[in-house]
């Protein structure tokens, strides 16, 4: 049944240039969730952006292998959450993005950007682990009005 499950016409593939999009056949599903979570939902003053590996063993580029992790195999998804745990934003992890990472800004800084572009200057506070800070991000999301 899983087979014959499909989100987007094969016939319409996009060529795989530099704006190769790699979740193309599930884009429409992800950004659909993505502004449900915005639409019916405020997020409380307390937000937290995380790494999740969902476990997955099936065939795509973009698989994370982490040996020292229970779900070793899996794709891994950047989310930013409310206090409560519910996921407000998220980003799926394709690889390698050097589109987003420039000279002023590394790739975790732009995934943080991303994750918090609805929440800007409303006054929210995030929190995150080191694997994401760095003092430019922190200028950048205090010139937002983000603590």
Request: with cysteine; charged share 35%.
């Amino acid at each position: 049944m899983l087979h014959f499950l499909h989100f987007a016409d094969n016939s319409h593939t996009p060529d795989e240039g530099e704006e190769y999009d790699r979740l193309w056949k599930r884009r429409t599903v992800f950004d659909k969730l993505n502004k449900a979570y915005a639409k019916f939902y405020n997020p409380s003053e307390h937000l937290a952006v995380d790494e999740e590996i969902v476990k997955f063993k099936g065939r795509v580029i973009f698989r994370q292998y982490t040996p020292k992790k229970r779900k070793r195999f899996g794709i891994k998804i950047y989310k930013l959450c409310d206090e409560s745990g519910y996921m407000y934003d998220m980003r799926v992890y394709l690889g390698r993005d050097s589109r987003s990472a420039t000279d002023n800004m590394t790739a975790t800084h732009a995934t943080v950007r991303h994750l918090t572009s609805r929440v800007e200057g409303l006054g929210h506070k995030i929190f995150m682990d080191n694997f994401f800070s760095s003092p430019r991000l922190f200028d950048d999301l205090d010139r937002r009005k983000i603590n």
